[in-house]
Every structure is written in C-alpha cells, then in structure tokens.
C-alpha cells in the first residue's frame, strides 16, 4: 500500500507565496508521475502540475509563470512552489502518485488526503 502524505497550505494573502510537499511511501517499486490536482468548491477537480518520470513537466494554463513543481526523487517528494497567489487559487490541493507497488508489481493510483489553501486578504 502506497501513501501519501502532504504538508503545507493555510492561509495567504494574495500576491505571496507558499509551498506544498508530498511524501510518497510504502512498497514503491517505482514512481512515474507525481503531481498536484485542486478543487474548488463547486467544481470539479482539475490538474495543477505534474512531474513525469522525474524530468517532464505540465503545468495548468492557469498557473504558469506562478507555480513550479519538483521533485526529490530520493525521496520520493514531490513540491509545488506557489508565487504570486491569488484568490482564484483558493482550493483543497491533492497530490497524487502513480507508479508501480512492489506487491504483485501492480500498478497505483494513489492520492493524499488534500491541504486547504485559502488565499484573502
């Protein structure tokens, strides 16, 4: 069983910044894609950045030029550095992990337990 743990989110005012990290754990056999999906209330969830094989990178039109994403891969974390927040980002942001568990080499889809991000003045 794979699971994630995430840390960061809160409240900030618009124009700052803030960052989000994801610990994978568990029986990995390997992790191809990490990233970041948000929701808002009353819409659906949607992609915010994503790290594939811990190189290529995609990131919402909506959050380019603002947010980075990376990832340690020794351990197994990925981050999303937020800048120049606004209060159209305001939403519960989850991380999620695909790869591959060691148990029965079988694929994962899993998701953290999301962090709230509140950005107002």
């Known amino acids: 069983q794979v699971q994630l743990v995430e840390s960061g989110g809160g409240l900030v005012q618009p124009g700052g910044s803030l960052r989000l990290s994801c610990a994978a754990s568990?029986?990995?056999?390997?992790?191809?894609?990490m990233g970041w999906y948000r929701q808002a209330p009353g819409k659906q969830r949607e992609l915010v950045a994503a790290?594939?094989?811990?190189?290529?990178?995609k990131l919402a039109d909506s959050v380019k030029g603002r947010f980075t994403i990376s990832r340690d891969n020794a351990k197994n974390t990925v981050y999303l550095q937020m800048n120049n927040l606004k209060p159209e980002d305001t939403a519960v942001y989850y991380c999620?992990?695909?790869?591959?568990?060691?148990?029965?080499?079988?694929?994962?889809?899993?998701w953290g337990q999301g962090t709230l991000l509140t950005v107002s003045s």
């Open positions: 568990g029986r990995i056999l390997s992790l191809n894609e």
């Open positions: 999620n992990a695909k790869g591959v568990a060691v148990t029965g080499l079988r694929g994962f889809d899993a």
């Open positions: 790290i594939i094989s811990g190189s290529s990178t």
